[in-house]
């Protein structure tokens, strides 16, 4: 299954773009579901700025479908599941009207 915001056929132009190194300032090309890139200059791993990570925070096929996690994504990906994980949520009541 892939995920429909990952089809290349609903991309846009923008959907594809560069990003300069923070380590030599060398360009480095990001399609928009790259999580991360290695720069082809240093060789420095970056995080693609304008990738959406929400889904991959509660989806048990992210890896699958994003590859390799950023650690800072694992580490909001378990605090996602343990603030969910909660025995005492609070599920709000719809009042019923009277027939």
Excluded at 31 to 60: E, L, Q, S, V
Excluded at 67 to 80: A, C, K, S, T
Aim: glycine residues 6%; proline residues 10%; charged residues 35%.
């Amino acid at each position: 299954m892939r995920c429909p915001g990952q089809d290349t056929r609903n991309w846009k132009r923008e959907d594809v773009f560069d990003v300069s190194c923070p380590e030599c300032s060398a360009p480095v090309e990001f399609f928009k579901d790259d999580p991360t890139r290695r720069c082809k200059t240093c060789g420095h791993k970056i995080i693609n700025p304008k990738i959406d990570f929400g889904c991959a925070a509660y989806c048990d096929g992210a890896e699958e479908c994003l590859g390799e996690l950023p650690p800072e994504l694992i580490e909001m990906r378990e605090e996602f599941r343990k603030s969910n994980a909660s025995p005492k949520r609070s599920v709000a009541k719809i009042p019923r009207k009277k027939p």
